[in-house]
């Protein structure tokens, strides 16, 4: 009903609350359902709780034949993406998690903010886990393609592992910020999650640091975190190679160790 009365700012359109029948001819089933992070408490703390959730729902969808993309949006994101392959029996490159996304366009935000240009132009991206082990691909890093650290001293700034320490800091940071002062995060996730629909709906192919299972990028294997991939209508098309630094792709195999670590506690 609160949906609704918006309905005259927008266009015509029916909206519903429906049952699992009404998933067999979507394009898109988006899932939120899951236990909320409280303040103190990680993503990953979350696991067992929303398992349990997932358990409930993906079978169900399962059951009437869905034929279309699965976009997980609970946390923790990236295991709950991995459950949902093993519990819907879906091809993998039709269940997306919104992964990185979020996190890549907060620092997208915040670097432009330091070098005071439009974070449009910024183009850099978050890997991994959508986490505390999250990467920040600095070596790939660059504005409109000036690399990044020739950017900062077109701009005057010249402390370079300091900023940028700082920076990702934030970046990691800043969903827990949110939620000790308002107790969760709303806007920017919803942004990220209609960005993602958008690119499946119209059949984008653009790239997006999705949560998608990994098979041998990195020496990672049948694991789901995430990198940037071509999305459109059909899902993961393929995988774009990003080029990382020895400790970035260390870093995002260590990341992709811990999320398989956690897997391997879950019964499904």
């Not at 670097?111 to 974070?119: C, F, N, P, Q, R």
């Not at 990467?135 to 402390?159: D, F, I, Q, T």
């Not at 320490?165 to 939620?179: D, G, H, L, P, R």
């Not at 709303?186 to 990220?192: D, F, P, Q, V």
Request: proline residues 4%; negative net charge.
């Amino acid at each position: 009903m609160d949906i609704s009365h918006g309905i005259p700012f927008a266009s015509p359109m029916k909206i519903y609350a429906g049952d699992y029948d009404d998933v067999a001819d979507a394009a898109i089933v988006v899932i939120s359902a899951g236990a909320g992070q409280k303040p103190g408490e990680t993503r990953l703390d979350l696991v067992n709780k929303n398992v349990a959730i997932f358990k409930s729902i993906i079978p169900e969808i399962a059951k009437r034949n869905f034929a279309g993309i699965m976009l997980v949006v609970a946390n923790p994101v990236d295991i709950l993406t991995q459950v949902a392959i093993k519990l819907s029996g879906l091809p993998e490159n039709r269940v997306i998690g919104s992964g990185t996304v979020l996190d890549s366009a907060r620092l997208r935000y915040k670097l432009g903010e330091h070098l005071s240009v439009d974070s449009r132009s910024v183009h850099a991206f978050i890997v991994g886990e959508h986490g505390d082990s999250e990467v920040v691909a600095w070596s790939s890093a660059n504005v409109s393609g000036v690399p990044l650290s020739e950017m900062c001293e077109m701009r005057g700034h010249y402390k370079h592992k300091e900023n940028t320490a700082e920076i990702a800091t934030a970046v990691k940071n800043s969903a827990y910020e949110i939620i000790n002062k308002k107790h969760a995060t709303y806007y920017g996730i919803a942004m990220s999650v209609k960005r993602i629909c958008e690119v499946i709906m119209r059949d984008e192919k653009s790239i997006l640091p999705v949560s998608h299972m990994i098979h041998g990028v990195y020496d990672i294997d049948g694991v789901s975190l995430s990198m940037p991939a071509i999305v459109g209508a059909d899902g993961i098309e393929s995988d774009i190679p990003i080029n990382l630094s020895g400790e970035e792709a260390l870093k995002l195999k260590e990341s992709a160790d811990s999320l398989k670590k956690i897997m391997e506690t879950i019964e499904l």
